[in-house]
């Protein structure tokens, strides 16, 4: 069975950082990319960055591009995102979600529960 | 950078067909995605690739594209299909865009 479990949400301040994961199992991980989306309270539904199961290749929305990194530890079944320089704006829900190909066609066909980060002073 | 438009809300009485619609330009050359989220959920795939239904998806519940508009249909609507519904393509320079959601609302 298919699981991601996200981890590392919390309050922090403005201008503070913080270090999201998703622990993925139930599946070869490292042949999988993998997707951090977030939703704002009330809110839809944002992508924010992809990483392909290699690591080599890496996108960001133009929203945290330069503040946040992707990252993963294909060893520990592990993805990451380091969310650095925080706003307020930046208070969401942060899910993982894994990549599916089919036919060459890429949706999302696992999310995890999500984790809340709270930016306030 | 593509932006998809959703209507905000659509209220059907149970047992009508529910079509909810996101429109972009073109957006009939592109493959969309369409998820279902409930309260305090995460979101599910319910549609991807346009019209093609993951397992466990009923079969009332289906995805046409064409030209500007790409449509859900949820036939024999049901009290639990009340949820937010999202649609979702990639493009080249945004990547992936979510529509803004539409909240579906059975009378």
């Known amino acids: 069975e298919v699981q991601l479990l996200e981890s590392g949400g919390g309050l922090v301040q403005p201008g503070g950082s913080l270090r999201l994961s998703c622990a993925a199992s139930?599946?070869?991980?490292?042949?999988?990319?993998m997707n951090w989306v977030r939703q704002a309270p009330g809110k839809g539904l944002e992508w924010v960055s992809a990483?392909?199961?290699?690591?080599?290749?890496?996108y960001y929305a133009d929203s945290v591009k330069g503040r946040f990194i992707i990252s993963r530890d294909n060893s520990k079944n592990t993805l990451f995102l380091q969310l650095n320089s925080l706003r307020a704006e930046d208070t969401a829900v942060y899910y993982c979600?894994?990549?599916?190909?089919?036919?060459?066609?890429?949706?999302?066909?696992?999310w995890g529960q999500g984790t809340l980060v709270t930016v306030s002073s | 950078s593509y932006v998809v438009t959703q209507p905000p809300s659509v209220s059907v009485a149970p047992g009508q067909t529910a079509r909810l619609t996101c429109g972009g330009n073109?957006?009939?050359?592109?493959?969309v995605h369409w998820y279902q989220q409930k309260p305090g959920q995460a979101p599910v795939v319910v549609v991807y690739?346009?019209?093609d239904r993951p397992s466990g998806i009923p079969e009332r519940i289906s995805g046409s594209n064409s030209g500007n508009t790409a449509t859900l249909t949820i036939g024999r609507v049901e009290a639990g299909d009340e949820a937010d519904y999202y649609c979702?393509?990639?493009?080249?320079?945004?990547?992936?865009?979510f529509g803004g959601g539409t909240k579906l609302t059975v009378l």
């Open positions: 979600a894994r990549d599916r190909v089919i036919r060459g066609v890429t949706h999302f066909d696992f």
């Open positions: 139930g599946f070869t991980f490292g042949t999988y990319a």
């Open positions: 990483l392909s199961g290699s690591g080599d290749s890496t």
């Open positions: 073109n957006i009939g050359s592109k493959s």
């Open positions: 690739d346009g019209s």
């Open positions: 979702q393509v990639w493009d080249s320079t945004s990547y992936w865009v």
